[in-house]
């Protein structure tokens, strides 16, 4: 099992940029795909971002173009460097292990998003 630890959040202005960051520790890092996913109020939890094993990334397309992700293997860290930051973003931001895109794992709790002006 992964224990998640998100990390990275705040406040940020539209047009804005933020790095979060996951810490996992447990045997799936190791052998499965990461990916962030976010849940804004009264919506549900959805896909952003995905990396595999071969660094190889997807992207939801609502954030394609304006978000990185990117892992750490040494670290057993996934990184999301979020650019351009819409409204529309502002969520909790979840991190997770993943088969195909869907999560795998426990979630942690988080990382709060407020983009605002």
């Known amino acids: 099992q992964v224990q998640l630890v998100e990390s990275g959040g705040g406040l940020v202005q539209p047009g804005g940029s933020l790095r979060l960051s996951c810490a996992a520790s447990?045997?799936?890092?190791?052998?499965?795909?990461m990916g962030w996913f976010r849940q804004a109020p009264v919506k549900e939890r959805e896909f952003v971002a995905a990396?595999?094993?071969?660094?190889?990334?997807y992207y939801a397309t609502s954030v394609k173009g304006r978000c990185t992700i990117s892992r750490d293997n040494a670290k057993n860290t996934v990184y999301l460097q979020m650019n351009s930051l819409k409204p529309e973003d502002t969520a909790v931001y979840y991190c997770?292990?993943?088969?195909?895109?869907?999560?795998?794992?426990?979630w942690g709790r988080g990382t709060q998003v407020t983009v605002s002006s």
């Open positions: 997770n292990a993943l088969v195909g895109t869907t999560a795998v794992g426990s």
């Open positions: 447990g045997s799936m890092f190791d052998s499965n795909a």
């Open positions: 990396v595999r094993l071969s660094a190889g990334t």
